[in-house]
């Protein structure tokens, strides 16, 4: 497993790091014996400390883990604590899915956007320009543009991959009818998923 250990907005000394990819691989050889990359980032937040966790052990799978605390090494090993425990979760449907791999991969790309927040208010002025120069006040701007890619699931495995990846939604094709669901998590802690109507007629 190739691990990547990052620092941002601050140096990561030698004994952190060591500890960090001595730990990694205990925790997630642990569940899974093969991952292909892990990424570590530690960042200050003020006087606290996040670490991000990444680990893929999958295509197209990703387990994330994250954790803020006073001290770096209480981050760091929280969150690869988060990473475990999904992880342990899962691991008897990731080795199964893991020896599935070898059939056709059902995925389609498709454009991923990042928007900038909403402003406030707009004044008549700056509303009056923006309609000289053609645009339109109600579309949001875009700061970044990426492709992603879209999976055929089952609706277990799309809860089973938000899960692992720590995401509040997965979209994804469903395997059942070949529509777009989405899943998510509800506030309650459960997961909620959508199917349109129109995918049933």
Do not use: C
Not at 84 to 107: C, F, T, V
Request: proline residues 3%; hydrophobic residues 35%.
């Amino acid at each position: 497993m190739q691990l990547t250990v990052n620092g941002k907005q601050l140096d990561i000394g030698s004994s952190l790091k060591e500890h960090i990819e001595r730990q990694v691989p205990v925790v997630v050889e642990k569940y899974f014996v093969d991952p292909t990359d892990a990424s570590v980032t530690i960042s200050k937040e003020g006087s606290s400390f996040r670490t991000d966790v990444a680990v893929h052990v999958g295509k197209g799978i990703m387990v994330q883990g994250h954790a803020t605390s006073g001290d770096a090494y209480g981050s760091f090993d929280e969150a690869l604590d988060h990473v475990g425990k999904r992880l342990r979760r899962y691991k008897r449907r990731l080795r199964d899915h893991h020896r599935r791999q070898g059939g056709k991969d059902e995925r389609f790309s498709a454009a991923q956007y990042v928007l900038a927040p909403e402003v406030e208010e707009v004044s008549e002025t700056d509303a009056k320009d923006a309609a000289d120069e053609g645009t339109n006040g109600d579309q949001p701007v875009i700061i970044a543009e990426m492709q992603t890619d879209i999976e055929t699931l089952t609706v277990s495995d799309a809860v089973m991959r938000m899960d692992l990846a720590n995401l509040p939604a997965m979209l994804f094709r469903n395997r059942a009818n070949g529509a777009l669901n989405m899943v998510y998590v509800r506030r309650d802690g459960n997961s909620g998923w959508i199917d349109p109507q129109e995918n049933k007629s």
